[in-house]
């Protein structure tokens, strides 16, 4: 994504507050103004009340500094409550559309990045661009603004002074402009060392077993260590040219103080000028030198938001493999699940070998298909392909005569259910993971699914049954608990075909012989594929297909339409 491009993306999430980032900006513009006042008021109790001993002006003048200190306040407020709505519904428009895009990736996506490095983007750099849409362009605004109106009070106070207090700009401007480069790369550096150090977490946590039982806890500390002494670098670095930028307003503000009391001390010696202007000349300088730091840390903010665009615009790069037809075809009415291969072959990329090819067969509703082969044949691939993660590279897959390309996606991962080996269970309760797939199916129906697939087993036995709440990632329950809640959860979504791969491989035999005869009993009339090596898993089949590198060929039955 260009840097045009990111814009343009940032600036969809921005356009539909616009009506708020108007009112933010004029209240913050009605604070501005406000603020101003002050120091001329000052001027004017110096020179007209202290000057021409007017005690009633005085009054008047510190009347109307409350006045102004306290609409001021009010407007803040109002400010603050409308800005943070703002900046938190842009942040959360923001991830709520990279996620939907996340979520239209094929598994190959998120096989081939580390979880820590996809985080770092959705939440440090998504914060980042936030940060610049909404802080950093009020913050332009606001200073300019700001600096504007000091600009214009300090004209009338003296045209004189105002250039010479003018002197350091340009050597200023010159300065950002040298460091942006250097800024850029450390913020991508600092932005993917601190994903590393999330990715490490991710996976260590997640791995931890197996860290404690290979005695590795002190291998893992020392590779923190390491990573964190990286990110210290990147830190240090990137504090370093931020220090340098951050040191000039103070000190060109410095330089143009001495500037404007030597140029303006001469005037008010020579009578060109009073003291109350000088000193409300001064005040008024000083207060330049806050909107003056915050513009030039929106031109440093900016570099950085490049950065955060970037990256996120790499993850937005990422293309879909498959998407939803323009005009979806529905299924018949009739559909039972009548599964057509038709030449099918599958390479993961233009450059990768392919990893299925010719693959003609013709799957009767209705018939139970063992498949069967070594590990890395393809047998994944296959049922991935018959979920439509990917299209085949070569041949199409028909359901029920529809080919896969023409269904909605969303209807045809209804009608194909597939149970992996090592199904994902949610944080929540039992019930809660066997309605994932069908969040509107009723108790009665989630209990009978629970009991096919013997979850009431184990389940019956805790005090608030399927109620109960199972810790993250199912990891209160055993491999075979787990296998089967998610085969209860294939059972509720009533698909037209049950793919289960590897499903029952945790579950002991006799149950596992169980759950089958539960399956097929229930999914009598329905297209059951079943992934195994375990001859066991194969009986009541009507074929068994072994995968093979040129091919798919039947060992035992028979596949007759
Ligand atoms: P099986 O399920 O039979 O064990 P898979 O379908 O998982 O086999 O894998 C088939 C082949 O495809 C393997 O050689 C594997 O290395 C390759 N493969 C799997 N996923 C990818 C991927 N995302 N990118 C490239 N190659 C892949």
Redesign the pocket.
């Known amino acids: 994504m260009t840097t045009d491009a990111g814009l343009r993306w940032l600036f969809r999430f921005v356009l539909p507050h616009r009506f708020r980032l108007a009112l933010v900006l004029l209240t913050s513009a009605g604070a501005t103004a406000l603020s101003l006042a002050p120091p001329y008021l000052t001027r004017l109790v110096i020179d007209d009340g202290l000057n021409g001993r007017r005690l009633d002006l005085i009054g008047t003048y510190c009347a109307l500094m409350l006045g102004t200190a306290l609409a001021g306040a009010a407007l803040a407020t109002f400010n603050r409550w409308h800005y943070l709505t703002l900046s938190a519904r842009t942040l959360f428009a923001l991830r709520e559309a990279l996620l939907a895009h996340l979520q239209r990736l094929p598994?190959?996506f998120f096989?081939?990045r580390a979880v820590g490095d996809i985080m770092a983007r959705v939440d440090g750099d998504v914060a980042d661009i936030q940060r610049f849409a909404v802080d950093t362009l009020l913050a332009a605004a606001n200073g300019t603004l700001a600096l504007a109106g000091l600009a214009a009070v300090m004209a009338v106070l003296s045209p004189k002074l105002l250039l010479v207090s003018l002197v350091a700009v340009p050597a200023q401007l010159a300065v950002v402009r040298a460091l942006r480069p250097r800024l850029e790369r450390q913020t991508r550096s600092l932005r993917e060392r601190s994903g590393a150090v999330t990715g490490f977490f991710i996976e260590t946590l997640g791995m931890m077993k197996l860290v404690q039982s290979s005695g590795a806890e002190a291998r893992e500390t020392a590779r923190l260590t390491r990573l964190q002494g990286d990110l210290l670098d990147d830190l240090r670095r990137l504090e370093m040219t931020g220090a340098a930028a951050g040191s000039l307003p103070g000190l060109i503000g410095g330089i143009a103080a001495a500037a404007v009391f030597l140029a303006g001390g001469a005037m008010v010696v020579h009578g060109q000028l009073s003291v109350g202007t000088l000193i409300a000349f001064v005040a008024y300088q000083a207060r330049a030198a806050g909107p003056a730091g915050t513009l030039m840390g929106v031109a440093l903010a900016w570099r950085r938001a490049a950065v955060s665009l970037a990256r996120v615009g790499e993850l937005l790069a990422e293309a879909p493999a498959v998407t939803d037809p323009p005009v979806p075809l529905a299924l018949p009415a009739q559909a039972r699940g009548f599964l057509c291969l038709e030449g099918v072959g599958f390479a993961?990329?233009p450059e990768?070998p392919a990893?299925l090819a010719g693959i003609d067969m013709a799957i009767p509703a209705g018939t139970k298909i063992a498949v069967t082969?070594?590990?890395?044949?393809?047998?994944?691939?296959?049922i991935?392909l018959l979920q439509r993660h990917y299209d085949p590279t070569e041949g199409r897959i028909l359901l029920d005569g529809i080919d896969l390309r023409r269904l909605r996606l969303a209807e045809l991962r209804r009608c194909v259910a597939v149970v992996a080996q090592d199904a994902p269970l949610l944080a929540g309760t039992l019930a809660d993971n066997i309605r994932y797939a069908a969040p509107d199916a009723t108790d009665t129906a989630v209990r009978r699914a629970a009991m096919l697939a013997e979850v009431t087993e184990f389940a019956d036995a805790l005090p608030l049954g399927l109620g109960a709440r199972i810790g993250e990632r199912g990891a209160t329950l055993s491999g075979g608990q787990r296998q089967r809640l998610a085969i209860a959860r294939a059972l509720l979504q009533d698909p037209l075909v049950l793919i289960l791969d590897e499903a029952t491989s945790a579950v002991d035999h006799a149950a596992g012989r169980r759950i089958a005869e539960a399956i097929d009993r229930l999914f009598a009339g329905r297209t059951r594929i079943v992934?195994s090596h375990h001859a066991d898993a194969f009986a009541g089949a009507d074929a068994v297909l072994e995968?093979r590198r040129d091919g798919v060929v039947l060992r035992h039955g028979r596949l007759a339409a």
């Not at 082969?373 to 296959?382: A, E, F």
Request: avoid cysteine.
């Open positions: 598994p190959r096989a081939g993961y990329g990768s990893v082969g070594p590990s890395g044949v393809g047998k994944s691939t296959l991935d992934v995968v």
